[in-house]
T-cell receptor
Framework: DGGITQSPKYLFRKEGQNVTLSCEQNLNHDAMYWYRQDPGQGLRLIYY???????QKGDIAEGYSVSREKKESFPLTVTSAQKNPTAFYLC????????????FGPGTRLLVL | ELKVEQNPLFLSMQEGKNYTIYCNYS?????LYWYRQDPGKSLESLFV?????AVKQEGRLMASLDTKARLSTLHITAAVHDLSATYFC????????????FGTGTRLQVTL
């Protein structure tokens, strides 16, 4: 089945710890995105990547880092510099031939211990 | 800075009634999107509106776009309980290849 997978579904972070959220897609999409959603809020863009080995900051990139070594994978690291990381994180992708629709993964809920 | 505002933020309506959700945005945009989110779940794409005057319908939902007024509407006809969810609109910045700015969402609750 084609789609976007995110893991883990739930993630707990201790203070001062870096954690990495996984996003994998087998849709052959070129562009991938990371969003953060806080309770009762809309989504805010963290980082996005339009091609392999290239990525750009979104609106709230501070305290986060990404890599795009493979077309299928776009992991997000929440660093210790992100002081309020508790949120729902959603990964999305877009086919290069269709900039119109973003397809979203199931999400990872990050909680701070 | 592109801003996207939705209203109402919360809507409780009875089954069988009609209602409209509004989405205003602050700068010129190429495309407007509507998404649905069920509690604790991911986003599901509903509509993509690409031009002024665009209208799209799926079941009891109809979306329209007025780029001159920078306004999109999502109209619900004869609501049913299954439509209970949070609805988001999102807007593209021109030339940014799907770099979306989302509204805060409208939580719709359809009561029996």
């Amino acid at each position: 089945d084609g789609g976007i997978t995110q893991s883990p579904k739930y993630l707990f972070r201790k203070e001062g710890q870096n954690v990495t959220l996984s996003c994998e897609q087998n849709l052959n999409h070129d562009a991938m995105y990371w969003y953060r959603q806080d309770p009762g809020q809309g989504l805010r863009l963290i980082y996005y990547s339009q091609i392999v080995n290239d990525f750009q900051k979104g609106d709230i990139a501070e305290g986060y880092s990404v890599s795009r070594e493979k077309k299928e994978s776009f992991p997000l690291t929440v660093t210790s510099a992100q002081k309020n990381p508790t949120a729902f994180y959603l990964c999305a992708s877009t086919p290069s031939s269709d900039w119109e629709t973003q397809y979203f993964g199931p999400g990872t809920r990050l909680l701070v211990l | 800075e592109l801003k996207v505002e939705q209203n109402p933020l919360f809507l409780s309506m009875q089954e069988g009634k009609n209602y409209t959700i509004y989405c205003n945005y602050s700068t010129t945009s190429d495309r407007l999107y509507w998404y649905r989110q069920d509690p604790g779940k991911s986003l599901e794409s509903l509509f993509v509106l690409l031009s002024n005057g665009a209208v799209k319908q799926e079941g009891r939902l109809m979306a329209s776009l007025d780029t001159k007024a920078r306004l999109s509407t999502l109209h619900i006809t004869a609501a049913v309980h299954d439509l209970s969810a949070t609805y988001f609109c999102a807007v593209d910045m021109p030339g940014t290849a799907s770099k979306l700015t989302f509204g805060t969402g409208t939580r719709l609750q359809v009561t029996l």
